[in-house]
């Protein structure tokens, strides 16, 4: 009965339009959702917007492809000591929303040591151990602070992906080209491994240098101000939030198709339980924008042009 129900619903829809029709098959059936707001991927910024929205009296509901949310935190447990140690995710700027979040959880942060027990480099192409001795040496703290100088002129470039018209000619010319006008050779390497997903950091635009290496994290360098989980278990985070959203996240779940219309968002998604059917008010999309991750996604040529320019190296 309510599957008949459920197909007739269906067929209502190109009829009556989503809201009528898939309320009333909601009614009788539990493989559709009925959410104020569906979001793709559970790594930091869909668990954070699924948390918080949920705070503020929203209904969520979260899809996250892995077995567990996360993205890019990596939290191993060794089997004898139960001792953790993070290997993706590590550190946390000591800022409000930062602070907040892991408050609201009872999972207790701390003072973070890069560099807990011996250094050792080695050249990754050939095995090689390098000594320290060879690596670019330089007054890293005048560099950085001349940095800051740079950045101070530019106050409003961290709100979204608004700019000042006319683009200032420093935005478009590469960091390298950037580093030798303002003499920040001595900055160099250490803003390299601070930001290694950026592929050929020398080569990139400074505007995207400058939106990835903000003040707070420039005076983190400088003062050793980040922070990490007290028990080095930033999974923790993750798990905590999880078991809040119950079965509002679905985990190990794909979504195979998205219909976008004023009435709102339709997406289908297969999950370990079988497809569910979801109707939401309002889609976020928390994965990569790339057009190779968003073949679920009803895109229009505007949108289609605009992601096709977006890529990324490593992370
Ligand atoms: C090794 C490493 C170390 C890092 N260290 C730090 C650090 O110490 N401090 C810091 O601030 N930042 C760090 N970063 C950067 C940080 O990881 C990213 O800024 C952050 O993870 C971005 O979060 P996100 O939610 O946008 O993306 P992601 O973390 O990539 O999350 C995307 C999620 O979407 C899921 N997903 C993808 N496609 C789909 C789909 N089709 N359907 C459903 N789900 C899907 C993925 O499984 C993933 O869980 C590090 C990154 C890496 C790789
Ligand atoms: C975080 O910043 C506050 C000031 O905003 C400071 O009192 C606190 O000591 C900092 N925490 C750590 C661990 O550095
Ligand atoms: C390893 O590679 C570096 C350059 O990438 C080179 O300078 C060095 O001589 C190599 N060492 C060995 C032992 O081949
Ligand atoms: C999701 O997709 C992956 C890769 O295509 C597949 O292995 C997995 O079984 C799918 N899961 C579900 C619940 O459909
Ligand atoms: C993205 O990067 C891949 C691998 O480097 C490359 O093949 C592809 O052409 C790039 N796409 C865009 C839009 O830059």
């Given at each position: 009965m309510a599957f008949q129900h459920s197909i007739l619903s269906l067929c209502f829809l190109a009829l009556f339009g989503i809201n009528k029709?898939?309320?009333?098959?909601?009614?009788?059936?539990?493989?559709?959702?009925?959410?104020?707001?569906?979001i793709i991927g559970g790594g930091s910024s869909g668990t954070y917007s699924a948390i918080r929205l949920q705070q503020l009296g929203n209904a969520v509901t979260l899809i996250e492809r892995e077995s567990r949310l996360g993205g890019h935190v990596n939290t191993y447990i060794d089997p004898s000591t139960g001792a953790s140690f993070d290997?993706?995710?590590?550190?946390?700027?000591?800022?409000?929303?930062?602070?907040?979040?892991?408050?609201?959880?009872?999972?207790?942060?701390?003072?973070l040591d890069?560099?807990?027990?011996?250094?050792?480099?080695?050249?990754?192409?050939?095995?090689?151990?390098?000594?320290?001795?060879?690596?670019?040496?330089?007054?890293?703290?005048?560099?950085?602070?001349?940095?800051?100088?740079?950045?101070?002129?530019?106050p409003n470039i961290y709100n979204g992906f608004d700019l000042p018209s006319p683009i200032p000619e420093d935005f478009l010319i590469p960091w390298g080209d950037f580093i030798e006008k303002y003499q920040l050779?001595?900055?160099?390497?250490?803003?390299?491994?601070?930001?290694?997903?950026?592929?050929?950091?020398?080569?990139q635009p400074t505007l995207y240098i400058l939106k990835y290496l903000p003040s707070a994290?420039?005076?983190?360098?400088?003062?050793?101000?980040?922070?990490?989980?007290?028990?080095?278990?930033?999974?923790?985070?993750y798990d905590s939030a999880l078991a809040k959203l119950g079965s509002n996240a679905l985990l190990s779940s794909n979504v195979t198709q998205i219909h976008r219309s004023k009435d709102g968002v339709l997406l289908t998604v297969s999950t370990p339980s079988g497809q569910k059917l979801i109707k939401a008010s309002k889609l976020l999309v928390a994965i990569p924008p790339k057009l190779s991750n968003l073949g679920f996604l009803d895109l229009d040529n505007e949108e289609r042009s605009l992601f096709s320019q977006f890529n990324n190296s490593y992370y």
């Open positions: 029709a898939v309320g009333d098959a909601a009614k009788l059936n539990p493989d559709i959702i009925t959410t104020d707001v569906a290997y993706g995710v590590i550190s946390f700027d000591n800022i409000s929303v930062v602070n907040n979040y892991f408050d609201y959880f009872n999972i207790p942060l701390a003072p890069f560099f807990p027990g011996p250094q050792v480099y080695a050249d990754f192409s050939n095995g090689t151990i390098v000594p320290a001795s060879s690596l670019p040496q330089g007054n890293l703290g005048a560099a950085l602070i001349a940095y800051e100088a740079q950045l101070a002129k530019y050779q001595d900055l160099a390497y250490t803003v390299f491994t601070f930001l290694q997903g950026v592929g050929n950091i020398l080569a994290t420039v005076s983190n360098i400088l003062n050793g101000g980040f922070l990490t989980t007290a028990h080095h278990d930033n999974q923790a985070l």
